[in-house]
C-alpha cells in the first residue's frame, strides 16, 4: 500500500494568490495524478504523469500546472487563485498489487478561495 | 468512452445487516478494471476492492464483495455485516485509455452515500 502525503489539509486564501498544493509518495511509484471533487460529486482528473520530467492534462480542463521532477514529488500550482478554485484536490500514485495497478490517494486538500 | 453509472444517491443500513451498493458500467473495451473506493467525512480515499474483467470469479476482500456480472455490465458492491464505520461515499470507477508507459486513466460515479443505523 501506498504512503501518499498532502499538505496543507486545509487552506483558506484571498483571490488572486499563488499557492503550492503539496503532494508526496514513498512508494517509488512512476504514475502520479490529481484530481478536482467538488462536494457530494465524482472526481475528475485534472493533471497526470507518467514519471519525471512527464506530465499531461487530465479530462476535466483546469488553470492549475503541475510539475515533476522528483519521482516522489508532484506538486500543483495556480499563479492567480479564483473563487472557482475553491474544491477538493487529491493526488493520487499508482503501483502493481497482484495482478492490477491500483491508485492510491492521498487524503486530500481542501481550499477555499475567498 | 467510459461511463460509470450509480443509480442511489443515499442508502440506509442497519448495522450488522449486508447492504449492496449498484454500479453499471458502459465500454467498448475489451479489457478493462472496476474498482470500489471508500471516502469517509474526512476526504481520503481508501481502496476496497478490484475486478478484472477477465477474473471468473467474483472478488472478495473480507467484508467486502464485488458481484460482477459481465453481460449486465454491472459490478455492484456488496458490504457483509455493516458497522458504523462504514458510513461514507462510496464511489465505484473505471479503468479507462491505457495510453503509453503502462498509464490509466479512472473514470468515477458520483458515488452512493451509505449511512449506518446503530
Known amino acids: 500500500e501506498a504512503d501518499i502525503y498532502q499538505t496543507p489539509r486545509y487552506l483558506v486564501i484571498g483571490t488572486g494568490k499563488k499557492i503550492t498544493l503539496e503532494c508526496s509518495q514513498t512508494m517509488g511509484h512512476d504514475k502520479m495524478y490529481w484530481y478536482q471533487q467538488d462536494p457530494g460529486m465524482e472526481l475528475h482528473l485534472i493533471h497526470y504523469s507518467y514519471g519525471v520530467n512527464s506530465t499531461e492534462k487530465g479530462d476535466l480542463s483546469s488553470e492549475s500546472t503541475v510539475s515533476r521532477i522528483r519521482t516522489e514529488h508532484f506538486p500543483l500550482t495556480l499563479e492567480s487563485a479564483r473563487p472557482s478554485h475553491t474544491s477538493q484536490y487529491l493526488c493520487?500514485?499508482?503501483?502493481?498489487?497482484?495482478?492490477?495497478?491500483?491508485?492510491?490517494f492521498g487524503p486530500g486538500t481542501r481550499l477555499l478561495v475567498l | 468512452a467510459q461511463k460509470i453509472t450509480q443509480t442511489q444517491p443515499g442508502m440506509f443500513v442497519q448495522e450488522k445487516e449486508a447492504v449492496t451498493l449498484d454500479c453499471t458500467y458502459d465500454?467498448?473495451?475489451?479489457?478493462?478494471?472496476l474498482f470500489w473506493y471508500k471516502q469517509p467525512s474526512s476526504g481520503e480515499m481508501i481502496f476496497l476492492i478490484y475486478?478484472?474483467?477477465?477474473?471468473?470469479q467474483n472478488a472478495t476482500e473480507g467484508r467486502y464483495s464485488l458481484n460482477f456480472q459481465k453481460a449486465r455490465k454491472s459490478a455492484n458492491l456488496v458490504i457483509s455485516a455493516s458497522q458504523l464505520g462504514d458510513s461514507a461515499m462510496y464511489f465505484c470507477?473505471?479503468?479507462?485509455?491505457?495510453?503509453?508507459?503502462?498509464?490509466?486513466?479512472?473514470?468515477f460515479g458520483k458515488g452512493t452515500k451509505l449511512s449506518v443505523i446503530p
Open positions: 465500454t467498448s473495451d475489451q479489457s478493462y478494471g
Open positions: 493520487a500514485s499508482s503501483g502493481i498489487t497482484g495482478l492490477q495497478e491500483t491508485q492510491y
Open positions: 470507477a473505471m479503468r479507462g485509455i491505457y495510453s503509453g508507459a503502462g498509464s490509466y486513466q479512472l473514470t
Open positions: 475486478q478484472g474483467s477477465y477474473d471468473e
